[in-house]
């Protein structure tokens, strides 16, 4: 038998994977190992090599004949040849006795699968399919066992507060201050009237320099400043007059004196 082309060994399948789908339809792995091993012997099953060797001498994608098969007596499910691939031959040719050493068997997968069909035809036949079941009558019976829906509460959606814009202050607009001058003239007039009662105090002369001035800007420390000025000028001139009427004495005053001193006299 002639060897095969490398593309078309690199499809077949592996010993491992071949009695593994043997022994689905089987049921057993001895009992595939013994199917696949009779028609290996039969050559209904044609099995290579991706390397064989004898005495030194080399190949590749070596035909494995059927005679080299039947010179073993069996192949159990448990041999290394179904897991690793690898099986050592003794064959007789004349009066001496060959060796041959196979490694990487594959096996040809259009065999294995007319191995799986065979069986798969002498089978039992499957139990029936369940009868038809009328379409209206399965939605009637749904419809009755199926569980109630769960009410879903939806709740009302919250608008959030409308936020109205705070009402905008005009700014105080700014006035000028009032000059020193004019303060002035005002307290001359404020001491005439008010000086001196219990009114007389820094905030009711404030409140009057406001009032006087309303256009104005007011300042406490100036009307502080001119009061505290105005009184000490005050109190300069009155210290003044009574050092002078002191040195001289009015002539009226002598005389009334004078005419007391006369009377005490005897």
Do not use: C
Not at 66 to 84: E, F, N
Not at 92 to 101: A, C, F, T, W, Y
Not at 123 to 144: H, L, M, Q
């Amino acid at each position: 038998m002639a060897d095969i082309a490398a593309k078309e060994f690199a499809l077949w399948i592996q010993p491992r994977d071949a009695i593994r789908q043997v022994a689905r339809q089987f049921g057993d792995a001895g009992n595939a190992a013994l199917a696949l091993f009779g028609r290996l012997k039969d050559g209904i099953l044609v099995a290579a090599a991706e390397q064989a060797e004898s005495h030194g001498v080399y190949s590749n994608f070596k035909v494995i004949p059927p005679d080299h098969w039947k010179a073993l007596d069996k192949i159990q499910s448990g041999a290394s040849v179904w897991q690793s691939g690898d099986i050592l031959i003794e064959t007789r040719s004349g009066q001496s006795v060959v060796s041959i050493g196979y490694h990487g068997i594959r096996l040809d997968p259009l065999q294995v699968k007319k191995l799986i069909g065979s069986f798969s035809a002498t089978a039992e036949p499957a139990e029936p399919p369940f009868p038809a079941i009328d379409a209206v009558a399965v939605e009637v019976v749904v419809a009755e066992i199926a569980p109630p829906q769960p009410i879903i509460l939806i709740e009302p959606a919250v608008e959030p507060p409308v936020q109205h814009p705070l009402p905008l202050v005009p700014a105080k607009a700014k006035t000028t201050p009032v000059s020193k001058l004019h303060l002035k003239a005002w307290y001359n007039a404020y001491r005439s009237v008010y000086g001196g009662t219990p009114v007389d105090t820094q905030a009711f002369a404030l409140q009057s320099a406001q009032g006087m001035f309303p256009d104005k800007e007011v300042s406490r420390r100036l009307v502080r400043e001119i009061a505290a000025t105005r009184s000490a000028k005050r109190k300069h001139v009155l210290s003044s007059d009574a050092r002078n009427g002191a040195a001289k004495p009015s002539r009226t005053t002598g005389s009334r004196r004078a005419k007391k001193e006369a009377r005490r006299r005897p």
